[in-house]
């Protein structure tokens, strides 16, 4: 029988008799043996293997495990499998694997590597509930402070326009900046204060007896480990009025635990992020402003915290 009236009959493309036809040539009738079609019964990357990139996955960057990725892309994990498992498989078949996993793309949060875990568990349980115990004591408040810069090209958000054109936003093509200085409590009362030049100890006293003249009760002020916050002359200035304010020092490395982080973060995106300052002047208007904007465009955040406004201008 020919291979055209062999396809007819058995109602199989020419190519598959002709496949059978050289299987059967080379193998004999075990090779028209029929075998199981479909994705393999068993995983390829067994359970223990399976754990171990899990736990990599998340506990560890790409970049330890020298890896050339940054983020865990399924690329990433793709390169994992094949060098640590000796596992080819597709993206796609990477991306079924995470999804398993219960793992799902996020956008990661930055942190130093040099922050000392064992240091940040130290300060959360030990120092911290030590300050809450003492500010109760002695009826103090409990301010956290920052301080950071504002630029004009700084830009947040999006607005609409045609699909497929990038819409254009007109603005100055000059570059100028401000910087502000805030606290802020436990119970949503933020103290802030807006200067032009760099963040220096005679902005940071001027700051501090400001806040000490505004606040009536005593001033647990916790801030992050700056030069300026540990110079010798803030300390002189600290020792000569610890009957009114005392400092503390968060742990290296560790803008997490403080809540003035999510403050800065808001001010710039809604009082300046959303505008179009056109010199140095408006800018400044646009932060001094902030917490009126925020009573009538409420944030989250803000809303939680802010209770209270208090503006020291510059």
């Given at each position: 029988?020919?291979?055209?009236?062999?396809a007819?009959?058995f109602?199989v493309?020419r190519?598959?008799?002709n496949?059978w036809?050289?299987l059967?040539?080379?193998h004999?009738?075990k090779?028209l043996?029929?075998?199981?079609?479909?994705r393999?019964a068993r995983?390829?990357?067994?359970a223990?293997d399976?754990?171990?990139?899990?736990?990599?996955?998340?506990?560890?960057?790409?970049d330890q495990?020298?890896?050339?990725?940054?983020?865990?892309?399924r690329?990433?994990?793709?390169q994992?499998?094949k060098?640590e498992?000796?596992v080819?498989?597709?993206?796609?078949t990477?991306g079924?694997y995470?999804k398993a996993w219960g793992m799902t793309?996020?956008?990661?949060?930055?942190?130093?590597f040099?922050?000392?875990?064992?240091?940040v568990?130290?300060?959360?349980q030990?120092?911290y509930?030590t300050?809450?115990?003492d500010?109760?004591?002695?009826g103090?408040e409990?301010h956290?402070?920052d301080e950071?810069?504002?630029?004009?090209?700084?830009q947040v958000?999006?607005t609409?326009?045609r699909?497929?054109?990038t819409?254009?936003?007109l603005?100055?093509?000059q570059?100028?900046?401000?910087?502000m200085?805030?606290?802020?409590?436990n119970?949503?009362?933020?103290a802030?204060?807006?200067?032009e030049?760099g963040?220096r100890?005679k902005v940071?006293?001027r700051?501090?007896?400001r806040?000490?003249?505004?606040?009536k009760?005593r001033i647990?002020?916790i801030?992050d480990?700056?030069?300026?916050?540990?110079?010798?002359?803030?300390?002189?200035w600290?020792r000569?009025h610890e009957a009114k304010?005392?400092?503390?020092?968060l742990p290296?490395?560790?803008p997490e635990l403080?809540?003035?982080e999510?403050l800065?973060?808001d001010?710039?995106?809604?009082?300046l992020g959303?505008r179009?300052?056109s010199n140095?002047?408006?800018?400044?208007?646009d932060?001094?402003?902030y917490p009126?904007?925020t009573?009538?465009q409420?944030n989250?955040?803000?809303?939680?915290?802010?209770?209270?406004?208090?503006h020291y201008?510059?």
């Open positions: 029988m020919r291979q055209v009236e062999a007819s009959v109602k493309s190519a598959s008799v496949k036809s050289r059967h040539e080379e004999g009738s090779g043996a029929g075998r199981k079609r479909g393999p995983p390829r990357l067994v223990a399976r754990s171990r990139a899990i736990r990599w996955i998340v506990g560890k960057g790409p495990l020298r890896l050339p990725f940054a983020l865990w892309t690329e990433a994990v793709q994992l499998l060098n498992f000796g080819e498989v597709s993206v796609w990477v079924r995470l793309p996020q956008k990661p949060v930055r942190r130093a040099e922050q000392n875990p064992a240091e568990r130290h300060w959360l030990m120092e509930p300050i809450e115990r500010a109760k004591r002695f103090a409990i956290w402070g950071m810069g504002l630029r004009s090209d700084h958000g999006r609409y326009g699909r497929g054109t819409p254009v936003i603005g100055t093509g570059r100028f900046r401000c910087n200085i805030s606290t802020i409590t119970r949503g009362r933020l802030f204060m807006v200067f030049k963040f100890v940071f006293l700051f501090l007896k806040l000490v003249r505004h606040v009760q647990f002020l801030v480990r700056h030069p300026v916050h540990r110079a010798a002359s803030v300390q002189r600290l000569k304010i005392r400092m503390f020092f290296s490395y560790s403080n809540p003035d999510m800065n973060q001010v710039k995106s809604n009082a959303r179009r300052a140095k002047t408006e800018l400044m208007g932060v001094r402003g009126r904007s009573q009538r409420p989250l955040v803000m809303s939680y915290f802010l209770e209270s406004h208090v201008a510059a």
